[in-house]
C-alpha cells in the first residue's frame, strides 16, 4: 500500500509541475507591465477558470492529500526511530578514533572503576568509611590517569596539527 501511495504521489508531484510549467502568465504579454491590461483591476481581466488552472488546482489538492497519507502512514509505524533517543554509551566509546596506532586510552579506564557495596547495617560503620575512603583514592587514581591520557592525547594532536601547518601533509 505504502509503495502504490509513493509512486501516486511522485506522479502527483510530475503533473502539478508539468501543468505549472505549460501555463501562461498572467503578465506575459509585454502591455501587462505597463498597466495596458483589458480591466481595472489589480490583476487583469478575471476570466473564467482554464482548463490548466483547475486541472492543476486538482492536482495539487491530491499532492497534498497524499502527503498527509504519508505522514499518517509513517507516524504509525511501530519501532520508530526517535532523534532525541539517548545513544548507548559503551558503542560511543567503543567507536572513539584511536591516535596514531596506539589502543583506546578510555575503555581501560572505566574498566578499572571499583564496584563497592556497602553493608546496609549501622554497625559496618567504621568498615564501611574505610570502603568508602579506598574507594576514594582508587576513583581519584582514575581520575588521575584518564587526566593524563587526556593530555598525552593533546599533545599528540598539537603536534600532529602543526606538524600538518608547517608541511601540508598528513601523516598516519
Known amino acids: 500500500m505504502y509503495q502504490v501511495i509513493i509512486v501516486i504521489h511522485v506522479l502527483l508531484g510530475l503533473g502539478v509541475i508539468g501543468f505549472v510549467l505549460i501555463q501562461q502568465g ?9 498597466g495596458s491590461a483589458s480591466s481595472g483591476s489589480v490583476f487583469g481581466a478575471q476570466g ?34 526517535d532523534l532525541m533517543d539517548e545513544p548507548e554509551v559503551e558503542k560511543a566509546i567503543a567507536d572513539v578514533p584511536l591516535v ?14 571499583p564496584v563497592i557495596k556497602l553493608a546496609t547495617p549501622a554497625a559496618n560503620i567504621e568498615e564501611d568509611s574505610t570502603l568508602v575512603d579506598t574507594a576514594e583514592k582508587e576513583v581519584q587514581a582514575v581520575v588521575k590517569t584518564i587526566e593524563t591520557k ?6 599528540d594532536t598539537k603536534a600532529a596539527i602543526s606538524d600538518v601547518q608547517e608541511t601540508g601533509v598528513v601523516t598516519e
Open 26 to 34: 498572467k503578465g506575459a504579454d509585454a502591455g501587462a507591465a505597463f
Open 150 to 155: 587526556a593530555e598525552v592525547v593533546i599533545d
Open 100 to 113: 596514531n596506532g596506539s589502543e583506546s586510552t578510555l575503555a581501560p579506564a572505566l574498566d578499572s572503576v
Open 48 to 81: 473564467a477558470s482554464s482548463f490548466l488552472s483547475r486541472t492543476t488546482a486538482i492536482l495539487a489538492a491530491l499532492f497534498f492529500s497524499t502527503s498527509l497519507g504519508l505522514a499518517v502512514m509513517i507516524g504509525n509505524q511501530e519501532g520508530n526511530v
